[in-house]
C-alpha cells in the first residue's frame, strides 16, 4: 500500500521536531512538581494522538483524510507548544501566558474549520460557515490576549472575545452548520457533530473562565490555572480530534 511508504518520512518529521521542541531543558521534573507532571502528561499524549491521527488519515484516505490531518495538526502543534511551555515550566515555575495564546491562534481556527470539513466530507456546504467560524475565533482570540499583554482595556478584551464565542456557538447550535448537520447528516456524523459542540461549550469555558480567575480577579494561583489548562486541552484537542475519527471511521467502513 501507498501510504506506508510515505509513513516513514512523516513520522520522522514529527520525531526530529518534537525532539528538538525538547532541546531547551536544562532543569529536572521534581516528583513532586504535579503541574510539571500534567506538562509531560499531556505533551506525550499529544505527540502519540499526531501518529494516531496521520496514521488513520492514511489509512481511511479520501474525503476524511483531510479532517484527520487537520486532528494531526492541532495536536501536532499543540505538542510542540506543550514540550516548549513543560521547559519553562520545570525551569522557572512560570508559563508565560503568550505561548497559549500562540497556540490557540493556530489551534483554534483549524479546530473550527472541523466542522466545516466533517460536514464537507458528506454534502455540499456554502464556505459562508468556514469564513463566519473563523471570524468569530479571530474576534474570540486577539482582543483576549490584547486585554491580557496590556494592549487593551482587560474588560474590554473580555467583553469582545466573549462575543466572538458567542457568534462561534450560534453558528454551530442554530446557524448555517446546524442546520445542514441536522438536516443532511448521516448518524454516525449527527452525532460527532452534537458532541463537538459540547466541547466547544462546556470544554472552552475553561478558558475564559482562566481569563477572570487568573488575571481580571487574580483569585486562582498559577499552578490551578495550569493544571485546569493541561486537562482542557486533553478534552478540546485529543478528545474532540477522537470524535472526528469516529465519524470517519462509521462513514468508511459502512461504504
Ligand atoms: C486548544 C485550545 C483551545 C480550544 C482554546 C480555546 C480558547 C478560548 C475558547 C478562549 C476564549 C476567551 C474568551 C471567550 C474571552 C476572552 C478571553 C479568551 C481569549 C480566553
Not at 501510504?3 to 513532586?32: D, E, Q, R
Not at 501536532?76 to 507548544?81: G, P, R, S
Not at 493541561?230 to 474532540?240: E, G, R, S, T
Amino acid at each position: 500500500m501507498k501510504y506506508k511508504k510515505i509513513m516513514a518520512p512523516v513520522l520522522g518529521s514529527v520525531a526530529l521536531a518534537m525532539s528538538s521542541a525538547s532541546n531547551a531543558a536544562t532543569a529536572n521534573l521534581a516528583s513532586g512538581d504535579f503541574v510539571g507532571i500534567t506538562f509531560w502528561l499531556i505533551s506525550m499524549a499529544l505527540a502519540a494522538s499526531t501518529v494516531f491521527f496521520l496514521w488513520e488519515a492514511l489509512r481511511m484516505g479520501g474525503k476524511w483524510s483531510t479532517s484527520l490531518t487537520v486532528s494531526a495538526l492541532v495536536t501536532f502543534i499543540a505538542a510542540v507548544h506543550y514540550f516548549y511551555m513543560r521547559d519553562v515550566w520545570v525551569a522557572t515555575g512560570d508559563t508565560p501566558t503568550v505561548y497559549r495564546y500562540i497556540d490557540w491562534l493556530l489551534t483554534v481556527p483549524l479546530l473550527m474549520i472541523e466542522f466545516y470539513l466533517i460536514l464537507a466530507a458528506i454534502t455540499k456546504v456554502s464556505g459562508g460557515i468556514f469564513w463566519r467560524l473563523l471570524i468569530g475565533t479571530l474576534v474570540m482570540l486577539v482582543p483576549g490576549y490584547m486585554g491580557e499583554a496590556g494592549y487593551m482595556d482587560i474588560t474590554m478584551g473580555f467583553i469582545i472575545g466573549m462575543l466572538g464565542w458567542a457568534y462561534i456557538l450560534y453558528e454551530i447550535f442554530a446557524g448555517e452548520a446546524s442546520k445542514v448537520a441536522a438536516a443532511q447528516a448521516s448518524p454516525a456524523v449527527q452525532s460527532s457533530y452534537k458532541n463537538m459542540r459540547i466541547i466547544v461549550t462546556l470544554g472552552w469555558a475553561i478558558y475564559p473562565l482562566g481569563y477572570v480567575l487568573g488575571y481580571m480577579t487574580q483569585t486562582a494561583s498559577m499552578e490551578a490555572l495550569n493544571i485546569v489548562y493541561n486537562l482542557a486541552d486533553v478534552v478540546n484537542k485529543i478528545a474532540f480530534g477522537l470524535l472526528i475519527w469516529y465519524a470517519a471511521n462509521e462513514e468508511t467502513s459502512n461504504a
